[in-house]
């Protein structure tokens, strides 16, 4: 369902994809610097960096959110973009398969993970119907598409690498491991709205 001329040209609804998708960029940004940083191997990929991914994320979800609050405002994007950085860190051995067998890979589905995501304008939807009911968080609808991004982008990733990999066995159940402890998270993010948002 496409959002209607009516939703998007009111200055309330407007204004609040645009704070959720320049947030999801900027989202966007701290995960491939985190990807970035472990293939330098300067932080790499383990339980610990699993547990912090999902602290921060929990730390985030815990924080009602305050549309008035400068201060928290910004608590809450910097938990955000940390956790980001982490979900890059981690996306470690799959970067590293994938450019054993293709340094291509990468770009590809990255392009092909945005072309996706711009083509797809339930989240928008959804977004728009959050906002109508009084759900101004755009820290949080950012959350959203993100672990839906993060999660197009594995799985098109791990089938790329799992049909790439012609001679050498592959251990799939790790990538299948891998990818459902991001879908994991996706379930955890509907928990914010059980707590109050201020406004």
């Known amino acids: 369902m496409i959002p209607s001329r009516g ?17 999801f960029t900027l989202t966007t940004i701290f995960a491939a610097m985190g990807g970035y940083i472990s293939l330098l191997k300067v ?7 699993y547990i912090i991914h999902f602290s921060l ?31 890059g860190i981690n996306l470690e051995s799959i970067l590293d398969k994938s450019i054993s067998i293709d340094p291509a890979l990468i770009p590809q589905v990255f ?4 072309i996706i995501f711009i083509s797809f304008s339930l989240s928008t939807q959804n977004i728009i119907k959050k906002v ?3 759900d101004k968080d755009y820290i949080t609808h950012s959350v959203d598409l993100f672990l839906d991004f993060i999660l197009i982008f594995k799985k098109l990733l791990i089938i790329l690498i799992i049909k790439g990999d012609k001679r050498k066995k592959i251990n799939k159940y790790v990538f299948q491991f ?6 994991l998270l996706s379930y955890l993010v509907p928990m914010t709205h059980q707590f109050p948002h201020k406004v």
């Open 57 to 87: 994320l929990l730390w985030l979800i815990m924080i009602p959110h305050y549309s008035n609050n400068m201060k928290n405002q910004l608590t809450r994007l910097a938990l955000l973009n940390a956790a980001a950085f982490f979900s």
């Open 178 to 183: 891998l990818f459902y402890m991001e879908k």
């Open 111 to 114: 392009l092909s993970t945005s």
């Open 43 to 49: 932080i790499r990929e383990g339980i610990i960096s």
């Open 7 to 23: 939703d998007i040209s009111s200055p309330i609804i407007r204004n609040h994809l645009k704070n959720v998708y320049a947030t």
């Open 132 to 134: 109508k009911k009084g």
